[in-house]
């Protein structure tokens, strides 16, 4: 082993230091939350949820999803995950935007303004997936379904067929299983590395 000598002249033996996080990981809730939220938009998108309720999945986007990938997004960027809380942010602000978009529009009713800001969401969120697959090769295949589903959503918004919509529903919902999954990998290795 190394000597080193301190700055009292002393020669004392090199130490390994341990640094703890002093907060968990907000991943897991960040992907759940995802998840139960794009559940929501998958089902709504294929008719599971009748249009009528548009309101209803707006207004649980705003209260449940958005806060708790709030909190998520805090605690990514105090556990110092620039990529993860910067992703987790973007969806955060998402959830408000498509919440309130829900809430204010009539049923049934589609946006230009929306699907545009859905094509610039995907592009981000692309960006962000490419970066993603030096390190975090899951992230990298969700966000690149995530960028589909959006782009599809956007289509349909801009003028494009209901059908489109449906599509994209089907992608939520594979979405959805996926964050669930993931949510669930994140939980256990944090479990086993507390163990």
Known sequence: MKQTVSTDGRRHEAQTRIFLRPIGSGLPLGFFSFGIGM???GCF?????PVDEQ???????MSFVFPLELIATVMAFLARDTLGATTLGLFTTSWLAIGWADLSSPPG???ITLGVYLFGF???ILLIAVMSTLGKPFFSVLLTIAVARMVLSGYYEVGGSHEWLKVSGAFGIALAALAMYGGTALGLEDARQRA
Do not use: D, P, R
């Open 39 to 41: 559940l929501l938009l």
């Open 109 to 111: 009713e589609t946006s």
């Open 55 to 61: 309101k209803q999945v707006g207004m649980l986007l």
């Open 122 to 124: 995907a592009t981000a």
């Open 45 to 49: 998108a294929i008719g599971w949820i």
